[in-house]
T-cell receptor, first 117, second 117 residues
Framework: AQKITQTQPGMFVQEKEAVTLDCTYD???????LFWYKQPSSGEMIFLIY??????QNATEGRYSLNFQKARKSANLVISASQLGDSAMYFC??????????????FGKGITLSVRP | GAVVSQHPSRVICKSGTSVKIECRSL??????MFWYRQFPKQSLMLMAT?????????EQGVEKDKFLINHASLTLSTLTVTSAHPEDSSFYIC?????????????FGPGTRLTVL
């Protein structure tokens, strides 16, 4: 069974509008971490936002926010005020367990976001 | 933040040759590093976990003798693709985490694009 599911086809959004990228996950661990990374065409992986399983507040980082619904096992990324530079591949990932350094990430298949001027 | 570098960024080689890719943590020590492989338009697939001073842990289906990993110091892990063939052409990317409080995310290198002719 997939641990991270990203099922949306390629997404399009108008510049300056908000967009939500969906992510659901599956784990039996109580402690886990959820991440979103952006990958532009250059290939680099850019960290966007992190949500710990015990965090009660939804994480926010500038224009990025994570809509964490634990009971539904979803961790959707919301990008507000989209910019042309937001056009990229976006990956949702999960770390099972509490520690960061030695715990591997499992990635979803990703979703391509295109921002229209 | 923490910086991870990779070298080379791009390599083209003939079928049958071996290629070494370096992953360095520039401003922190990393007892563990992760190696991923990514085909075009696909997700990152974990190949192996590189452990300083000990053997790497390979994911199921990854050939240990094909993808040799050496983590000889706290700042350097190398991936050697032995007897490379065209099907090994891919984007190889490494990651690491400082293991310090406040560092939840994996920091990724810029990746190495391997083309085997």
């Amino acid at each position: 069974a997939q641990k991270i599911t990203q099922t949306q086809p390629g997404m399009f959004v108008q510049e300056k509008e908000a967009v939500t990228l969906d992510c659901t996950y599956d784990t039996s661990d109580q402690s886990y971490g959820l991440f979103w990374y952006k990958q532009p065409s250059s290939g680099e992986m850019i960290f966007l936002i992190y949500q710990g399983s015990y965090d009660e507040q939804n994480a926010t980082e500038g224009r990025y926010s994570l809509n964490f619904q634990k009971a539904r096992k979803s961790a959707n990324l919301v990008i507000s005020a989209s910019q042309l530079g937001d056009s990229a591949m976006y990956f949702c990932a999960m770390r099972e367990g509490y520690t960061g350094a030695n715990s591997k990430l499992t990635f979803g298949k990703g979703i391509t976001l295109s921002v229209r001027p | 933040g923490a910086v991870v570098s990779q070298h080379p960024s791009r390599v083209i080689c003939k079928s049958g040759t071996s290629v070494k890719i370096e992953c360095r943590s520039l401003d922190f020590q990393a007892t563990t590093m992760f190696w991923y492989r990514q085909f075009p338009k696909q997700s990152l697939m974990l190949m192996a976990t590189s452990n300083e001073g000990s053997k790497a842990t390979y994911e199921q289906g990854v050939e240990k003798d094909k993808f040799l990993i050496n983590h000889a110091s706290l700042t350097l892990s190398t991936l050697t693709v032995t007897s490379a063939h065209p099907e090994d052409s891919s984007f190889y990317i490494c990651s690491a985490n400082p293991g310090l409080a406040g560092y939840n995310e994996q920091f990724f290198g810029p990746g190495t694009r391997l083309t085997v002719l």
